[in-house]
């Protein structure tokens, strides 16, 4: 069946770092993929997708692209803020009902 | 903006109580989820519906139940509380009919089973 592998946290970064949290995924056919942030005390809210190969989804910064020769959808930014502490995650979904399997998690804190 | 609202945000049942969580949608999806989250774990599909009255089992649909009678409310009952079913619980709606159209969450009931 469908899986998603994220690397494990935390991660700690100093403000303006580089951040990159790497997202593999098993999966026959053409899923999506997504990634969703999770702000402290509050639900998961959608970061951005990418819905076919070597599609970039971006937003606030972000960047992911969909590798499907590496099975991949690293999430990516240039320069974090202390405000892009939470938790990330991975998914992946099937077109039908929007299902998705998610990856278990990647905390980020940032420090000022 | 999709409002996602889960009944209550902590709660404290013993060992073999019934439990009810209770989630509202305002923006008329027909899709809704059950998910729970565990550190490490991710976030596991319990139950899905696409529909009034219908339900689909998810990844880990044991020792859980759901009813969806209107189009608007999703609960998931846990017949017989155990401490395994201590946990985050999350759940989400989404339109149907478009490929890929995000979930939108609650912001979670956090439930402890003592």
Known sequence: GDSVTQMEGPVTLSEEAFLTINCTYTATGYPSLFWYVQYPGEGLQLLLKATKADDKGSNKGFEATYRKETTSFHLEKGSVQVSDSAVYFCALGRAAGNKLTFGGGTRVLVKP | ?114
Request: charged letters at 25%.
């Open chain 2, 1 to 114: 903006d999709v409002k996602v609202t889960q009944s209550s945000r902590y709660l404290v049942k013993r060992t073999g109580e019934k439990v009810f969580l209770e989630c509202v949608q305002d923006m008329d999806h027909e899709n809704m989820f059950w998910y729970r989250q565990d550190p490490g774990l991710g976030l596991r599909l319990i139950y899905f519906s696409y529909d009034v009255k219908m339900k689909e089992k998810g990844d880990i649909p044991e020792g859980y139940s759901v009813s969806r009678e209107k189009k608007e409310r999703f609960s998931l009952i846990l017949e017989s509380a155990s401490t395994n079913q201590t946990s985050m619980y999350l759940c989400a709606s989404s339109l149907a009919g478009q490929s890929n159209s995000p979930l939108h969450f609650g912001n979670g009931t956090r439930l402890t089973v003592t």
